[in-house]
């Protein structure tokens, strides 16, 4: 064999190594183009994005109990505490010190008193009078004595978010004094405290469930199917001395759903958010588990791919509703108008309230409903698509859906009844769909989270017991 005849076979070789193949031995992955310039933001974008990230910010900081930390779940309203809320915002504590929002020193103080009232919090069995049981916390607490409100759930996630956001806190507050010092110790402490393998799953183990109940027990779900719970599992595997075996996160995967969907192959799930929350605190560039170097890509990857079909499917807009495009895009876990029934030119369309509405192959809710996070939560992924949709709906509808503390939840154009005639727009934050806003558009800019969670060996720990290797990790 000559030279010339060998060079294709070797250039066939090495595409298939880089990129994998499916089960036909077709590689996977295109070869990325680094000839053109990555796409950045003009002037006018960038100023937008500055006052975005600062309006943002507002809810976490303004909003938030300064004594225990506790940040509401939506406002305005009276409305108990979101412990991912919580996570969020500790989270964006530190965008806020980078950015000059707040100092070091105030953010330090108020990350404190979160993490301590965290770790000095009751815990037990009752019903009532705690904050949590073996070192989860309830869904929603109070947001003055942080005790659990009505009857939630001991949530698995929730408590992954908080803790996903005490860890940056622990990493990014590195300096020798008195106040820093204590944040590291006790984020140690309400880290290591959780029973991860009390909450493993009694009917399909080793998966985690989704949570327990003082009242019922066990929730009866396990974590499945690619979604948020990709740091669930890395902060279980990621704990010191954790029994609970990488087994978990192949048991996890197994679960996955790889589909074409409007033109990009990925593993599916419906709505954005579970493509992006992982993402907000692990950097998922160019490192791979088993899964993903089989299918010859990386979670980012995945992300951007879900992200663009879900803007292809508005664009498509198979129920046309009111207002979809390229611009006007993002089903996500959000708010919306309620529970009825409406009429669209002779056609009966059902509408939702809180709702986790998505587009995939898997299933999709959509009710004309579109979630400004949808878009910000993914501005990593796709940063022209994304940062241009949001700021064409800041210019386009203004103040009917941006207000002192960005984006109000959602929006739907479609309906319109007599005293809405351009359409409902939410009158809420939510703090859960706040936080990816302001933390994936900083994530996008300076890669800020990133590079700090990176830092962190018990994230270290998880993502190389779950079997990644490549890129930063390799390092």
């Known amino acids: ?9 070797l250039g066939l070789a090495l595409l298939v190594a880089f990129a994998g193949c499916d089960d036909n031995g077709r590689p996977l992955m295109e070869v990325p183009n680094d000839e053109d310039p990555p796409w950045q933001p003009d002037e006018e974008q960038e100023a937008f994005l500055d006052m975005l990230q600062e309006d943002t910010f507002a809810y976490f900081w303004e909003r938030a109990n300064p004594d225990n930390g ?27 010190v980078e950015r000059g929002y707040v100092s070091r ?55 992954a978010l908080l803790l996903a956001g005490m860890l940056t806190s622990q990493s990014y507050f590195d300096q020798d004094t008195p106040v820093e010092n204590e944040i590291r110790e006790l984020v140690d402490s309400v880290y290591t405290r959780v029973d991860w393998e009390w909450m493993e799953s009694r009917s399909s183990p080793p998966l985690i469930g989704h949570g327990w109940f003082p009242e019922e027990g066990m929730i009866p779900h396990d974590w499945t199917g690619y979604d948020e719970a990709m740091i669930l599992y890395i902060l279980a595997l990621g704990k010191p001395d954790s029994s609970v075996e990488p087994e978990a996160w192949d048991a ?14 990925h593993v599916n799930a419906s709505p954005l958010f579970l493509h992006q929350y992982s993402h907000m605190f692990v950097d ?29 499917y508005a664009i498509d807009n198979p129920n046309e509703w009111i207002g979809y495009d390229e611009h006007i895009w993002g089903l996500t ?44 939560g993914s501005v990593p992924f796709a940063p022209e698509e994304t940062i241009t949709s949001l700021h064409h709906m800041y210019k386009e509808h203004g103040e009917r859906i941006y207000r002192d503390q960005g984006f109000r ?14 359409g409902w727009v939410n009158s809420q934050y ?45 390092d």
């Not at 509401?72 to 806020?96: K, Q």
């Not at 933390?439 to 993502?463: C, K, P, T, V």
């Open 1 to 9: 064999m000559n030279i010339k005849t060998l060079l294709p076979v």
């Open 284 to 312: 998922f560039r160019d490192i791979q588990d088993s899964y993903m170097r089989h299918r010859g890509i990386d979670y980012f990857e995945n992300s951007r791919r879900a992200t663009l079909s879900q803007r292809e």
């Open 105 to 159: 020193q105030a953010a330090a103080e108020r990350t404190l008193n979160t993490v301590r009232f965290f770790w000095e919090a009751p815990q037990g069995e009752e019903p009532g009078g705690t904050a949590g049981h073996r070192g989860f916390f309830y869904h929603f607490l109070n947001m003055d004595d942080g005790l659990r409100a009505g009857q939630n759930e001991l949530s698995t996630i929730d408590t």
């Open 333 to 376: 876990a959000c708010d919306g108008p309620g529970e009825f029934t409406i009429s669209v030119d002779g056609d009966q369309r059902e509408l939702f309230g809180y709702r986790a509405r998505g587009a995939s192959a898997l299933y999709v809710v959509d009710d004309g409903t579109i979630a400004p996070t949808a878009i910000g």
């Open 252 to 265: 996890y995967t197994e679960t996955y759903s790889w589909i074409d969907y409007y033109g990009y192959e």
């Open 70 to 96: 506790m940040i509401p779940d939506r406002a305005p309203g009276n409305s108990a505490a979101s412990i991912a809320a919580v996570g969020f915002g500790l989270t964006t504590y530190i965008v806020g």
């Open 430 to 474: 939510l703090g859960i769909d706040q936080g990816p806003i302001l933390i994936q558009i900083e994530n996008f800019r300076s890669g800020l989270i990133w590079e700090i969670m990176r830092e962190n060996e018990h994230i270290r720990r998880g993502l190389e017991r779950a079997g990644f290797t490549g890129g930063w990790l390799d």
């Open 409 to 422: 939840d959602s929006f739907n154009l479609t309906f319109r009844p007599s005293q809405l005639p351009d």
